[in-house]
């Protein structure tokens, strides 16, 4: 079974990228924002526990996050395997999913970094905030903000694979195709 982390900050090219990897290894997509969504519309328990915390504006505990990718990864027991987006984003939830997929037989085979300096990742989101609409890509203080969170609370979570030699760093920068070869290369190394 192939399970990826798909890995980098906003604007990197990881909803482009993910899609390409679905389409070549044939994997499901689990994003935890699309998880949650989902959740919170179709009011499952899971859902309503989210939802509390959120409405609080507090951070939903890890092992609701967890509860929800386990209900998602079992409802798929035919999967080839999965992308994880937006999942883990700190050690604790790392280790969380490595025992998780432990328990299904199953670990993580790499995690992607799609690396990307900051004046680029600028330069792109704001691309993205005029063509998608996107407001959270328009505000370049909102922007500077969520790079800023990924640097000093996600970027982290490198070291947890790197330790595990599951970590491979991609250069982001370039065509989308030649990303999508380095990616595919990292993955048939």
């Given amino acids: ?20 990897l ?19 519309k179709g ?9 509390s915390y ?11 996050t967890i509860n929800m990718l386990r209900s998602e990864v079992l409802n798929h027991p035919e999967a080839k395997g999965f992308i994880f ?3 883990p984003r700190t050690n604790a939830q790392a280790s969380a999913l490595d025992a998780f997929l432990e328990e299904q037989k199953t670990a993580i085979t790499v995690m992607l970094a799609l690396e990307v300096e900051e004046n680029e990742l600028k330069t792109r989101l704001a691309k993205r ?5 996107r407001i959270d890509d328009a505000n370049p203080e909102v922007i500077a903000n969520r790079i800023h969170v990924y640097n000093n609370e996600t970027a982290p979570v490198k070291d947890f694979y790197q330790a595990q030699n599951k970590f491979v760093s991609i250069n982001g920068i370039g065509t989308i195709d030649e990303i999508t070869n380095r990616l ?4 048939n190394n």
């Fill in 1 to 20: 079974m192939l399970n990826i982390v798909l890995f980098g900050p906003p604007g990197a090219g990881k909803g482009t990228q993910s899609e390409r």
């Fill in 43 to 51: 009011e499952t328990e899971l859902g309503v526990l989210a939802k």
């Fill in 129 to 133: 905030a005029e063509i998608s609409g």
């Fill in 184 to 187: 595919f290369a990292a993955i």
């Fill in 54 to 64: 959120m409405d609080k504006g507090q951070l939903v505990p890890d092992e609701v």
């Fill in 85 to 87: 987006d937006g999942f």
């Fill in 22 to 40: 679905i389409g070549k290894y044939g994997l499901i997509h689990l994003s935890t924002g699309d998880i949650f969504r989902a959740n919170i």
